[in-house]
């Protein structure tokens, strides 16, 4: 899982809470003598707010850009990490790292459709979470998990924080969840269960991110491998699936299939697969 240098994301919380939160305007020359930060990694740092649409720089000056106020959260880094047995059977650990945009922030909720709600309630397993202010380099409250049955196919796990988060914080989780028998061995199957042509895990892209990863561990070799990207908005919905256009990283060692993708725009991000024939 890739994450940012304690130097970097001390720059990031400043940059939220100064020129995001409060409206001032810094400068690169001023951030180079508040923080013990390489001029190559600042620039590396401001680069990446830059490109999810957080900052704006004119010339050595940096202001806030005016959709950072669309947003609650920037996540330094997502991984989806799944592993699939010969049967079908999927395990899979959700890891992220995120820090508010603003003061106020009560939980994170991860929404989750299932076959079998009551059945999966019993094999999901949350790690500690884990928040820290490194600005004031101490901890400032608790955090704990809450899972809320939606429907029979429906669940919520949220992640709930007392107090509220503020900006500074960095809050980075985890959790695991087992499905029995939902992946397709063969073409055959793939299309008279799911009438689909590739079997596919995915990503949702909702807020500001720097880093996403989709890790697939594969029983047997794939017959093909492709990473996508589908977007979605609250009046469209689902859209076409179309090439990824963002610096993308589209691996296969080993029967283990891998997508990275560095400063991804809202969407979904697939990677795909279709089973041997």
Not at 121 to 150: P, T, Y
Not at 198 to 220: F, K, S
Not at 252 to 265: A, F, G, I, Q
């Amino acid at each position: 899982m890739e994450t940012l240098s304690l130097a970097s994301k001390k720059v990031v919380a400043t940059l939220i809470r100064r020129v995001i939160n409060q409206g001032e305007t810094l400068t690169i020359s001023e951030l180079l003598r508040s923080f013990k930060i390489s001029r190559l990694k600042l620039l590396s740092t401001l680069e990446m707010m830059t490109s999810i649409g957080l900052i704006e720089i004119q010339d050595d000056r940096i202001i806030r850009n005016g959709k950072a106020s669309d947003y609650n959260l920037l996540f330094t880094s997502l991984e989806k990490k799944c592993q699939f047995s010969p049967r079908g059977d999927r395990a899979m650990r959700l890891t992220a790292e995120f820090t508010p945009l603003k003061d106020g922030i009560r939980e994170k909720v991860h929404e989750s459709n299932r076959f079998d709600v009551e059945r999966f309630a019993k094999v999901v397993r949350e790690n500690k979470i884990i928040r820290r202010n490194v600005i004031e380099n101490r901890k400032n409250g608790s955090a704990k998990w809450e899972m809320d049955i939606e429907s029979p196919t429906l669940i919520k796990l949220r992640t709930v924080f007392d107090p509220p988060l503020i900006v500074g914080e960095f809050v980075k989780y985890s959790f695991y969840t087992w499905d029995e028998g939902i992946y397709a061995l063969t073409m055959k199957e793939l299309h008279e269960r799911y009438h689909l042509d590739y079997t596919m895990e995915g990503l949702v892209v909702a807020q500001p991110t720097h880093h996403i990863r989709i890790i697939a561990d594969l029983p047997w070799k794939p017959a093909t491998i492709e990473g996508m990207k589908g977007g979605l908005s609250m009046e469209r919905g689902f859209s076409e699936l179309e090439k990824i256009k963002e610096v993308h990283d589209l691996r296969y060692v080993n029967n283990r299939l891998s997508l990275e993708v560095w400063n991804p725009s809202i969407g979904i991000y697939y990677l795909m697969w279709r089973p041997p024939s």
